[in-house]
C-alpha cells in the first residue's frame, strides 16, 4: 500500500488537469502563470487555487489588480464562468443542479457513484447556502 500525499497522484481529472482539457464541455480555463494578457472581460471569469477544496479562495469578482497581486501564480487557474440555471422548482425561488460522478480506473474508466449537488447561493457547498431550503445533496437514479 502506498500514501497518496497530493491532489495531481490520485485525481486523473481535477482542477488542475483543466488547462489541459479543450472541448465545448469544457469551460475555458488557463493556468493564471500561463496568461499573458489578462481578457478584457475578467467579470466572466472565475479565480481557483489549484489544491483548495469546498470553495476556500475561489474569488467571482475577479479585479487585474488582485491578479497582479499574486506571488505563485502556477497555483492558481482563471477559468471562464459557468452559468448554472436555476430550474429546479421549489416552495420559494428555483434551485440549480449539478451532477458529479466518481470514477475508478483500472484499466479504463468505470462510473461507480454520482452525486447530485443543489444550490441557491453562488456556488454550490454548504457555506454558500447558509439560511436557504431545499438544498444539499442527493444521487441520481438512471437507467441501464
Not at 457547498?125 to 441501464?144: C, H, L, M, Q, R
Request: hydrophobic share 40%.
Amino acid at each position: 500500500m502506498k500514501w497518496i500525499a497530493h491532489p495531481n497522484w490520485f485525481f486523473k481529472i481535477s482542477k488542475y488537469s483543466m488547462p489541459f482539457l479543450k472541448s465545448k464541455f469544457v469551460p475555458p480555463t488557463e493556468f493564471l502563470s500561463d496568461i499573458k494578457e489578462y481578457p478584457s472581460d475578467l467579470e466572466n471569469y472565475v479565480l481557483k487555487p489549484l489544491f483548495s477544496f469546498a470553495g476556500v479562495g475561489v474569488v467571482f469578482d475577479v479585479k487585474t489588480e488582485l491578479l497582479d497581486s499574486i506571488e505563485d501564480k502556477s497555483k492558481y487557474i482563471l477559468q471562464k464562468k459557468v452559468h448554472y440555471e436555476p430550474c429546479i422548482k421549489t416552495f420559494d425561488i428555483p434551485a440549480k443542479a449539478e451532477i458529479r460522478l466518481l470514477f475508478v480506473w483500472d484499466d479504463k474508466p468505470r462510473l461507480i457513484n454520482n452525486l447530485v449537488r443543489l444550490s441557491k447561493g453562488d456556488m454550490m457547498g454548504v457555506d454558500f447556502n447558509k439560511d436557504k431550503t431545499w438544498v444539499g445533496s442527493s444521487i441520481a437514479y438512471y437507467e441501464k
